[in-house]
């Protein structure tokens, strides 16, 4: 088994904020790439925005069975052209990893139902968040404990504007009075989506390895289980009679 | 308690088309509108697609609880920026009732997530449409039996693109061989949403008994429980530190 | 409409206990049979365990549309034959609130399809909860506000071993660093079923306005929207051809 | 990755009626162990009732990683510890098949939290059954088409009590004028759970190809993600105070 994979990323933060940039010197899409490549069973790819067709041609959409998303203060800068092609292939089949800021792109909130993916949020110096799972048996909580906790990060709090219906995996606990549906699935078409809320850009969570555990089980949890090439979601189907 | 409810209508074909505009001569809002209009908790007006901002003005939006959706043949001559504010009302509270071939509405599709509410379907004549309840505990189906069945109507089938996560009220069968999830309830945001498959304008379907019950039991069920004007979707929340 | 209503508690740790005896001097159940005495449309009996058939005759089952259940420390007492009509009374439609320990009854189990809903706990001289609602537009939540406290209650922490499929009203936050699925709904058979987690017997919080609220929100969710005559559960049933 | 799967049948009525012997000479057990065990993945043991512990002592239960049942009419003959400890079992991780009438069964009602899995049902001499997917990307359809059917079957019909929250695959359609849900999944505590309704014992529906990749594809997407040696399910847990 052989799983194409495309980590889709803004790209921009790293380059004008030095700290950023130190953090991630390859990119959070770099950062991403690099743990994924050590699994045999991926073949791995890098895309972000600035490229021409945000590096999501045709050439490459088609070869990609799961994409990653990672983007935070460039939302409106994607295209919806490219949003719209995306989209479909999600419908396909083609799996579907939103992390961290992603929850307000064009493309989840598409797919979602909803108008942002409002949440609150805060960002003071790195605070705790501790991951409780609440679906120990689901397959990407696999060799992951009861809790376990990111040391630094930006909370994010419920109100989570999200659509009813998603399988939730954990919920998240943290010191300043806030709780936040951090990880959870749901399908749309005949793609499977996973949404995982760790990953802000200032602290190092990429490299943790409990994070880069959860996004190897999302792979492969996301995963096409179907053929993509036959169907076709701009038409309905008028049935001749039996 | 009184819910305001508006029954929007595409209204078109029941003036093109002389057999519809038999069935329907009030257009189908107005027999919708006729029925609800003995619920003495009801306060009903209606609204169609060649009215100024389709009959859906802040003032009117503003002042609906519920509004039930009708359209089939015209969904594109709807305005996006219509669309986009009868969706934020949703988001808000305002309930749902979406009818019939609806469910390829630009509004049902953008709530849902899903690109065209794909389905197979077939017009021949009328045929006979049995549905099951699934669900017996659901305020929809009270006072409804087991099963019912509707005489004459367009065939939906599956696959049916859906977003996962909806509760299934009813299972429809017909006799060429097909099956349909033909009513179903899901939420976005604070708002109640209500999807029912019977109504084709070329039958009686809404002078019928048991579909006017249902569609009286989904306004009680998807009318607002919350205060509507607090909520602001379009912005999300940065918290103080405790 | 009248909605009838039982409120059953264990009504033991009241008796020998005095500090419980002086927070709740009628009973748990006398303090919530109190407030729900104040909606018109409701009329209120109660039952506790040291009655005969624990109160739960036939007579009082068969006049029963909602039944509040609150037990902490006997669960084992409940007699099986009691628990199995009860039983049988949910899936023909009656409603059920199942309030804070009563998560590990055996009815709570047999209709969960779990074990002992399973969690971890900790009473620690009161310890602040802060629920949060993730469900705004639910029925149960009409009134309440984004977040709310109990200022001392008993922890309750994930992982909570509960039947997947339940609909999530609340997430509670605790000091101590734990998260908890504090109140959902799901159904069995025509009955639905409420969970409310705060109620800790040492501290005064079903005098609480929010949980009051809560409460009686909760009975208008769960009422039967049925006939409660028409159901055998106890046979599969052979169709004739048709 | 070896699954370890044990295929457990009530092996009473091939011994009794030659029609259905001769259907399966080798048992319903010995048809399923047979094409299970082409899987290079798959180490195949079967079990049954008549046999001490009906097969599943401790040795057997603690080497099984899947358990595939079905039965139909001595669900009364299986003794209640044993159910208990398969059902602990499945709470600690164990995948679950169940196949046809064991939606009737005491482990899938004790799993489930419904009285008897009630369905309507109808044996005349075999009828067409229809399946139509309702969610094409998920695992157990991979492979599998749109919709396909089985020539024989004894027909079940909606409504069919099983609790809210199973994630449906198929609805089956009927010539007599029924539907069902015929597939669908779902969890308790960390174990996973397939029901697949074909399969009556007087047709060879076991030697079908799209039944048998249904099953396969099933075993898959129950097994164990998890280790299953951790979780102690009777107890609660009081936490200390951070």
Chains 1, 2, 3, 4 share one sequence.
């Not at 983007?71 to 579907?96: F, P, S, T």
């Not at 605070?127 to 609440?134: D, K, M, Q, S």
């Not at 909370?155 to 951090?182: C, H, K, N």
Request: glycine share 10%; aromatic share 14%.
């Amino acid at each position: 088994m052989t799983i194409k994979i495309t980590v889709w990323n803004e790209y921009r933060h790293e380059k004008i904020d030095k700290h950023v940039g130190d953090v991630y010197p390859q990119g959070i899409h770099g950062a991403i790439a690099g743990f994924l490549s050590y699994c045999e069973d991926f073949e791995v790819g890098t895309a972000y925005l600035d490229q021409p067709e945000h590096g999501l041609t045709d050439e490459v959409l088609n070869n990609t069975d799961v994409l990653i998303w990672w983007g935070h203060m460039a939302h409106g800068d994607v295209k919806d052209e490219i949003v719209e092609k995306v989209y479909d292939r999600v419908l396909e089949g083609m799996g579907m990893v939103f992390l961290h800021s992603a929850h307000a792109s064009k493309l989840f909130c598409k797919l979602n139902g909803t108008k942002t993916g409002r949440l609150s949020w805060r960002d003071h110096g790195g605070e705790l968040e501790r991951l409780f799972t609440v679906n120990p048996g689901h397959p990407i909580m696999n060799g992951l404990p009861d809790y376990f906790e990111v040391p630094k990060t930006e909370m994010y709090s419920e109100y989570f504007d999200i659509a009813q219906g998603a399988e939730l995996i954990t919920i998240s606990w943290f010191p300043g009075g806030e709780v936040f549906r951090s990880a959870f699935t749901f399908t749309r078409g005949k793609g499977r989506i996973f949404y995982l809320k760790p990953g802000h850009e200032e602290y190092p969570i990429y490299y943790q390895q409990e994070i880069q555990k959860m996004i190897i089980n999302g792979v492969y949890y996301v995963k096409p289980n179907c053929d993509m090439t036959q169907v076709d979601y701009r038409v309905n189907i008028k049935l001749p009679r039996k």
